[in-house]
């Protein structure tokens, strides 16, 4: 099972915004990172926004992704070479690509291992990922929103697995700090509370009401809380080496 997300399409940039100024960091990193590669695929391309700006700098990159309309919002960027298709099958030929990118990708899918081989299969070199770290996650809007909605019962935990878990089982090559950036506490307890965010689409409204009245009381002083940005880069030879010992462990 892989989570779509064509009922936010239309919104999905403002609310998963990032400042201009940290985007321009976010860029200048990944072409350094990627500079050499001459073929890369951005896996859950969604409406392209790092795909557009790659390209923009002369980078040769495919993007696929399951949602008709976050592809359709990358058109409309102007991002080119998109393709529909599940990671867990990707339309494409073994060793295509240079490197890949899964950003915000893998926790969308229950059998995320099949979505890691499949990247495996078609990259040669490297896996790509950025993570955006909240300080004291249990504190933040995001955080509390969890806590409170496990704490009556319902779980917010995703099918799939986190790129930036991925560090704990699967030996990274290079973790680099890009940069750090505050966040409106407001805003994001507005989008909290418009249920923009895979994780909530299955609350139930009485406990997600309940959750939000919460909110509004811790965060009715707290103004912002800060993010660190982080490249996370791996070695298609070690995703290959747990692949193969995961499977050894099930046979």
């Known amino acids: 099972m892989s989570i779509s997300l064509d009922t936010v399409a239309g919104d999905f940039d403002k609310t998963r915004g990032i400042p201009q100024h940290v985007m321009n960091k976010i860029l200048k990193t990944l072409e350094e990172e990627l500079e050499g590669y001459r073929r890369i695929l951005d896996v ?46 990707l339309p494409l030929q073994d060793s295509m690509f240079d490197a890949s990118m899964s950003i915000g990708t893998l926790h969308l899918i229950a059998e995320w291992r099949s979505a890691l081989r499949e990247i495996a299969r078609v990259t040669m070199e490297s896996l790509f990922s950025i993570h955006y770290s909240q300080h004291d996650y249990g504190t933040t809007p995001s955080g509390v929103y969890k806590e409170f909605a496990e704490k009556h019962g319902y779980s917010c935990r995703h099918p799939g697995l986190e790129e930036w ?56 002083e707290k103004k912002e809380y800060t993010v660190d940005v982080y490249v996370y880069k791996w070695d298609i030879s070690e995703i290959k080496n747990h692949l193969e010992s995961f499977a050894a462990q099930e046979s």
């Open 165 to 220: 878990k991925l560090k704990e089982i699967i030996k990274l090559i290079k973790s680099r700090l890009v940069t750090s950036y505050d966040v409106s506490t407001s805003e994001r307890v507005a989008f909290l509370s418009a249920k923009v965010f895979s994780y909530q689409w299955n609350v139930p409204e009485d406990l997600h009401e309940k959750a939000m009245e919460e909110l509004r009381k811790i965060f009715n």
């Open 44 to 89: 859950g391309v969604g409406t392209g926004r790092f795909s557009k700006l790659l390209q923009d700098a002369g980078f040769e990159v495919v993007g696929v992704d399951i949602s008709k309309k976050m592809l359709g919002r990358a058109y409309e960027r102007g991002t080119e070479d998109l393709i529909l298709g599940d990671a867990g099958s």
